[in-house]
């Protein structure tokens, strides 16, 4: 076979015609729709392989449309899976052919991720030809379709007309059509417009996997998707809610969750901060179970005794503070840039009060380019009065205040809540422009205080507060359960929420991941552990879903989620308050901070 092949229709493109607009297309319109069509499925493939072999695919899938009225062409790309020269040989369907409906002409330029890339043109005598194409711009992959517009049909090279026949014949497209614009400034512009409503978006992606996926592809699909897509689609699709109740479906969606570790690790080493009563130590784990430990000096020497806000470093930066002090200090180990943050004007504190600091969370404000600290001042009685305090002085919810280091000065948030701190100093991070604890709140001043995760976004100031899951144990084997007795532990695991839940003195682990803050009933149990004799109590989780335990004699000991294989470390944390840090090293200057 030649590098050339000609296939000749003859009479049958007429005839092809003829029967097209008889009993299928009696309005011309149709072939936007159909070639839009197309372009989707392709993506879907190339998804849906990319789902099984996360090698296939790393950009964002698209339809572009290029409207070009000089050349009186309008061009449809898609970055789907492409085709290949058997499938241009072979497997044109009818949607293609719709093209003709309103053109003379038609090129389609095709790459598939495995093949070399191949143009089909079309001839005035009925004929295509397909070449491999070694000379014209190479597509990364998928295909594009130029259709040479007959001078009836120019209309389509209208912004108006495109927009209008995508709005009323593709709103089942899932994703996302983007229209060349000479117009605009911008030049693109999304014109499925319904696609920025998440919830239709998510309504119509279940409806199309629901109605062209077997059951047995759609558990080997959906296994692999995060836990918020796959709560949303079970809300639209009742057979895949039941999928949670499926132990087999849940053991296949924790290896998936446990073993892939999220980008959110790359590039990261990490810490471990041991305080004692008099001072603070800090340490780069390094090694294939980061048995090795190497201390960190914090040259600058301002404090012996400190601990650090949150469980990972912001940018390169560490969030610093003494127990029981206003003092806090910003900095990075990498650069060694360091700065103190300026006390705040605190209010007027009666003698007989003394203000107690809780420092709950560090993190970037990417909407100004900021980095901030929030915290909560609480006043209570001095232990130097020997008279009874005014306890109308005493305001045991405190009051938030927000530290800018843009502005380099505290201020109140823009709203307030009541939220009692919870002291621990290890249930704290921040992700995704949100930090995070544990707090007791309640809704009124006269309400029962319940543990809840607290959620803060640095942005907008907005408060979120998320029920705590019930823990998974048998209450039948307690003789007086108590629920003040469940000890819960907030972490990050693998880029999600997680909290580990233990009843009082025992050592069987439930840990839950949450889908979306603010809704209790997305928290999902992913595991239990246990018992495990030898550790009582979580310390932090590093990459790769590994959880540091302090174990029972006081040393520090790591468990592989993904084995269950516990390995000890020659540490002693005996007495000791431990931090595991995530820290992502940045040698650059950070606005505002100077050595």
């Not at 980008?263 to 810490?271: I, K």
């Not at 404090?303 to 930066?317: H, K, M, P, T, V």
């Not at 919810?397 to 109140?412: P, T």
């Amino acid at each position: 076979m030649t590098n050339d092949e000609m296939l000749l229709l003859k009479g049958e493109m007429s005839e092809m015609l003829r029967l097209m607009k008889k009993t299928f297309y009696s309005n011309e319109e149709i072939f936007l729709c159909e070639l839009i069509n197309n372009a989707s499925n392709a993506l879907d493939k190339i998804q849906f392989e990319g789902i099984m072999n996360n090698s296939v695919l790393n950009d964002e899938l698209i339809i572009t449309l290029i409207p070009d009225k000089v050349n009186k062409t309008l061009s449809i790309i898609d970055n789907g899976i492409g085709m290949t020269k058997m499938d241009l040989v072979d497997h044109l369907g009818i949607g293609f052919y719709s093209a003709y409906l309103v053109a003379e002409k038609v090129i389609l330029t095709s790459k598939h991720n495995d093949h070399d890339q191949y143009t089909l043109e079309s001839q005035p005598s009925s004929s295509f030809i397909i070449t491999k194409d070694i000379n014209a711009q190479q597509l990364s992959r998928g295909t594009k379709i130029t259709l040479f517009l007959k001078d009836n049909q120019l209309e389509y090279l209208q912004e108006t007309t495109i927009k209008n026949l995508i709005n009323k014949h593709c709103q089942l497209i899932t994703h996302p059509i983007y229209l060349w614009s000479e117009s605009n400034k911008d030049h693109w512009q999304l014109i499925n417009i319904w696609l920025r409503n998440q919830e239709m978006y998510d309504k119509f992606v279940a409806q199309k996997l629901g109605n062209h996926l077997p059951d047995d592809l759609a558990f080997s699909i959906l296994f692999k998707l995060p836990l918020k897509s796959l709560k949303r689609y079970g809300c639209l699709n009742k057979s895949w809610a039941l999928l949670l109740e499926n132990s087999n479906f849940m053991e296949l969606f924790r290896i998936n969750f446990i073993s892939n570790q999220h980008s959110y690790y790359d590039d990261t080493s990490h810490l471990l901060c041991l305080d004692q009563l008099d001072k603070s130590s800090l340490f780069s784990l390094s090694g294939r179970s980061f048995q090795n430990m190497e201390k960190v000096n914090w040259s600058k020497g301002h404090c012996s005794r400190y601990f650090i806000l949150g469980s990972s470093s912001i940018n390169g930066i560490l969030c610093l503070y003494p127990p029981n002090s206003g003092t806090m200090y910003l900095w990075n180990p990498s650069s060694g840039e360091f700065k103190i943050i300026p006390p705040s004007p605190i209010e007027y504190v009666p003698d007989s009060m003394d203000p107690n600091f809780y420092y709950h969370g560090f993190g970037y404000d990417c909407a100004r380019d900021d980095y901030k600290v929030i915290r909560n001042l609480i006043l209570f009685p001095s232990v130097h009065i020997e008279h009874e305090p005014d306890y109308e002085e005493w305001d045991i919810h405190g009051s938030w205040e927000i530290y800018s280091l843009r502005s380099n000065s505290w201020r109140k948030p823009k709203s307030d809540i009541y939220i009692y701190p919870w002291c621990e100093e290890i249930h704290k991070f921040y992700l995704e422009g949100m930090c995070h604890w544990l707090g007791n709140w309640r809704e009124s001043y006269d309400d029962i205080t319940k543990k809840n995760l607290v959620s803060f976004n640095l942005s907008n100031e907005e408060w979120f507060i998320t029920p705590l899951p019930p823990l998974d144990i048998p209450l039948e084997i307690y003789d007086n359960f108590n629920i003040n007795l469940v000890e819960s532990h907030l972490f990050l695991l693998n880029g999600s929420i997680a909290l580990i839940s233990n009843y009082y003195e025992t050592t069987t682990f439930s840990i839950s991941i949450l889908a979306e803050i603010g809704k209790k009933e997305t928290w999902t149990k992913l595991v239990t552990l246990g018992p495990l004799p030898y550790l009582p109590r979580p310390i932090g989780i590093g990459n790769m879903s590994n959880i540091l335990f302090r174990t029972t004699d006081g040393k520090l000991a790591w468990l592989d989620l993904r084995t269950h294989l516990v390995e000890k470390l020659d540490v002693n944390a005996h007495r000791m308050i431990c931090q595991l840090i995530v820290y992502k090293e940045n040698l650059f200057p950070t606005l505002g901070i100077n050595s």
